[in-house]
């Protein structure tokens, strides 16, 4: 992987799981998408003040690149900017099983 990249995964579609093509199966692959998409916005923030300081060394890149990808896992499962949402609402019109997805289940608090 090329420094400041993000990962890329593979989607093959018979490696997905018993859960493809479900509702709930729409709604992680948004929130994966929307991950993906957070973990690029704060990759791309911190090269940006990286640059600007002139702080930089490969351990600590490294480090801040795990700590990016991990938060930007846990905003896109509880919330994040609101891409998921949008893509299960656009993804899922007309199918009358989209219900219960349409909404975030980090939403949804005991």
């Known amino acids: 992987m090329i420094r400041g990249q993000a990962p890329v995964l593979a989607m ?6 018993p859960s493809a093509g479900t ?7 948004a929130e994966s998408l929307e991950s993906m998409f957070i973990h690029q916005l704060l990759s791309q923030m911190r090269q940006a003040s990286q640059s600007l300081t002139g702080e930089s060394s490969s351990e600590m890149s490294t480090v801040q690149g795990l700590f990016d ?19 299960v609402r656009q993804l899922s019109r007309g199918n009358p099983e989209s219900s219960q997805v349409l909404s975030n289940p980090a939403d949804k608090k005991p």
């Open 12 to 17: 093959d579609p018979r490696s997905a799981g």
């Open 23 to 29: 509702p709930q199966g729409l709604r992680r692959a």
């Open 69 to 87: 990808q991990q938060l930007a896992q846990t905003m896109a499962q509880s919330g994040g900017v609101g891409l998921a949402d949008m893509l």
